[in-house]
């Protein structure tokens, strides 16, 4: 919604309709009038301003004919417009105060292999170092699992999650589920994906790049690690 063409109708609105029922928004709107006939023609569209403003589904009543007379009344319309615009004027300034409404995630729930590896250095600045012992946690996990201590990481990911059958030696960490199942074979491949990605953009340059990465991205790379453990840890072992 354009904030300031929002403010614009409904203080156009109040204006009008507290000179039409005599200053105040209290009074009685007579029909037939000139004024009656300007609030005619922009009721519906303040209604639907005042609506989103409010965050309401329901359009609301600003316009009111009197059970007793031909009359009508504006005074509720009048009190929702100005409590919308005291909001839609302070919006920024209420942001401001209350901060973001975005989601957020604190680094200590990540998985437990991640954050234990990284927290040390993490802790005292070093957030490059901090990903770079994640990352080798990690891969010293699918090792471990594996038993393939003699590759690199490179050849380790591409071995333990290869989409082959297992060879003698050469076990492989599958994602459980049938093999002709589409969902899957959609995991096992973006595993091997995701696996490859991570040691190759992720763990290589924080082992070999002396720039110290930023607090934010070295966050990012740690949830990324966080949620390769993850599916790791639900791989099942598969040997020849």
């Known amino acids: 919604m354009d904030n300031e063409r929002a403010i614009e109708v409904l203080e156009f609105w109040v204006r009008t309709a507290k000179v039409a029922s005599g200053g105040n928004g209290t009074g009685p709107v007579k029909p037939n009038t000139a ?55 302070t919006e920024k300034e209420t942001q401001d105060i209350l901060g973001s409404t975005a989601p957020t995630m604190t680094a200590d729930a990540l998985h437990p292999l991640i954050w234990d590896a990284a927290s040390k250095r993490w802790e005292s600045g070093h957030y490059s170092d901090a990903v770079q012992r994640a990352a080798t946690a990690l891969s010293g996990h699918v090792k471990d699992r594996t038993g393939r201590y003699e590759l690199g990481d490179a050849d380790l990911v591409a071995q333990a ?4 059958e297992p060879q003698p030696g050469k076990p492989r960490l599958r994602w459980p589920g049938k093999d002709d199942d589409l969902t899957v074979k959609s995991m096992r491949q973006g595993i091997l994906n995701l696996a490859q990605g991570v040691f190759a953009a992720i763990r290589n340059p924080a082992s070999h790049s002396t720039d110290e990465t930023p607090r934010q991205e070295a966050l990012e790379q740690l949830a990324t690690l966080s949620i390769l453990a993850r599916w790791i840890e639900k791989c099942e072992f598969v040997t020849a």
């Not at 004919?65 to 031909?70: G, I």
């Not at 509720?76 to 839609?88: I, M, Q, T």
């Not at 999650?161 to 082959?164: I, K, V």
């Open 35 to 89: 004024l009656f006939r300007t609030l005619q023609e922009r009721e519906d569209q303040t209604r639907r301003v005042l609506a989103q403003a409010l965050g309401q589904v329901r359009l609301p009543d600003i316009l009111r004919e009197s059970s007793a007379n031909s009359n009508y009344w504006v005074d509720s319309g009048v009190r929702k417009a100005e409590y919308a615009l005291g909001k839609l004027r």
């Open 161 to 164: 999650f290869s989409l082959a």
